[in-house]
Nanobody
Framework: QVTFVESGGGLVQPGGSLKLSCATN?????????MAWYRRASGEQRELVAE???????NVQDAVKGRFAISRDNAKRQLYLQIDNLRPEDTAVYYC?????????WGQGTRVTVSS
């Protein structure tokens, strides 16, 4: 069974930075998949924030472009999300998964709270 284990979240002040990591367990051929980061704010639906192609081409949603950067390490089967200049509206639980419609079971996510 494929599992995603997200980490790196925490409480940070506005303007701060975090780097989120996602370990993919039992995801064979990780390097062949488009991967993505999503987030869900309290009371909201989960939304896509960034995705990345197998060869590392990023596609970051306009709402967070310039502050979010997605990357991957195919050898380690890990996905990353660098978040800079955090804003209170970035407060959410962040998840990784396959990009597109074929998402797999969701992990627990990692909570990011932006507050002074």
């Amino acid at each position: 069974q494929v599992t995603f284990v997200e980490s790196g979240g925490g409480l940070v002040q506005p303007g701060g930075s975090l780097k989120l990591s996602c370990a993919t367990n039992n995801l064979m051929y990780f390097s062949a998949y488009n991967m993505a980061w999503y987030r869900r704010a309290s009371g909201e639906q989960r939304e896509l924030v960034a995705e990345i192609s197998p060869d590392g081409r990023p596609n970051v949603q306009d709402a967070v472009k310039g502050r979010f950067a997605i990357s991957r390490d195919n050898a380690k089967r890990q996905l990353y999300l660098q978040i800079d200049n955090l804003r209170p509206e970035d407060t959410a639980v962040y998840y990784c998964n396959l990009a597109g419609l074929g998402t797999l079971d969701w992990g627990q996510g990692t909570r990011v709270t932006v507050s002074s």
